[in-house]
């Protein structure tokens, strides 16, 4: 009976997500530089509008709308594998690094090759940064096992040095990209169509659900290394697994959206605060409650100071700091 009610509470939960997400994207669809009812928004896609907003709606709004959803959702679970593989609440991609060597590989790629490889080439590139990045901090923080204080503390540094290092690589990039790098290293996804969606989405569709088939292991190593090795977990194997996976989602996102941060910090603790135990509920929760913030932040963003259109890093990036504070301070006598 227990059981029964849980697994209906999670339902409701679920349902409840879906139809908040479902309400922001109405409304995302809606607000702009011109005015679109959301009865007629819902009007188009049932086939009983006209057509007059075909290019507003299907063109400018629809694209760049799922894409925010997407980048969210693969941020927002690529943080949420991050805190379980490492048993830290402050680990996420940015803060540890791994979007800023992400955006270090696309802004490379962006000055000096896609001139003569085309953009195809730049998930490629960011994923391998964000891999390059996350080594040489395993590497760094390993003495005889990782510690994972240790690797959040040098994941900071590292995530520093390679600001740094992106700001080195846009000095000498040619000029015509560096207003565009600049922009796009805030997090926007101003300017998104189809093809970039399309190009975006074999990554979500094929690693989301990767990892939610290591759902298991999360739930394992969630318990301890003593227990989850005890129960048979190949805890080595199954850590490089899930750190390929967050890296691939950070990376693939971090291409197509910029260097977006927070999102995955904010939106697994939004999860876990629903009650969620097991991972394949959070990995639901995640991919819902981060899908929603980029949504939100980007609608806010084009919005709040038209005609401008503001990059939607800057205002998830106004909560994300605060919450990283109030975290330090929540789990000050752990460090």
């Known amino acids: 009976m227990l059981k029964n009610l849980k697994i209906s509470r999670e339902l409701i939960l679920i349902f409840g997500l879906i139809l908040l997400a479902g309400l922001i994207f109405i409304l995302s669809l809606s607000f702009g530089s011109s005015y679109i009812s959301p009865v007629t928004v819902i009007s188009h896609f049932l086939g009983l509008e006209a057509g007059s907003y075909n290019f507003t709606i299907n063109i400018l709004r629809l694209p760049r709308t799922l894409m925010a959803f997407l980048v969210g959702a693969a941020l927002s679970v690529s943080g949420l594998i991050l805190q379980a593989n490492i048993k830290n609440p402050l680990a996420s991609p940015d803060i540890i690094g791994i979007t800023g060597g ?18 195809a080439g730049l998930p490629f590139a960011a994923i391998l940064g964000a891999a390059v990045v996350s080594a040489l901090i395993y590497f760094l923080a390993w003495q005889k096992g990782v510690s994972s204080i240790r690797l959040v503390l040098i994941g900071i540094g590292i995530a520093a040095a390679v600001d740094a290092l992106v700001t080195m690589i846009i000095v000498f990039s040619p000029i015509s990209t560096t207003v565009q790098s600049y922009v796009w290293l805030t997090g926007s996804i101003y300017g ?29 190593l ?82 709040a100071f038209l005609p401008l259109d503001l990059p939607a890093g800057v205002f998830i990036s106004g909560i994300g700091a605060p919450f990283f504070i109030y975290l330090l301070y929540r789990n000050r006598n752990q460090f």
């Open 102 to 119: 992400a955006s270090a590989g696309a802004i490379t790629y962006l000055s000096f090759f896609s001139a003569d490889y085309g953009i």
């Open 192 to 220: 998104t169509n189809w093809e970039d969606l399309f190009q975006f989405l074999p990554w979500v569709i094929i690693f989301i659900p990767l990892a939610f088939a290591f759902y298991k292991s999360l739930n394992l």
């Open 222 to 303: 969630a318990l301890g290394d003593k227990v989850a090795a005890s129960l048979g977990l190949n805890i080595q194997f199954n850590r490089f697994l899930l750190m390929a996976i967050s890296v691939a989602l950070a990376g693939s996102a971090v291409a197509y959206a910029g260097g977006v941060a927070f999102i995955g910090l904010i939106a697994p603790h939004i999860a876990r605060k629903m009650g969620g135990k097991s991972y394949s509920i959070l990995i639901i929760y995640s991919v819902l409650s981060g899908g929603m913030i980029f949504m939100a932040a980007d609608l806010l963003a084009r919005t």
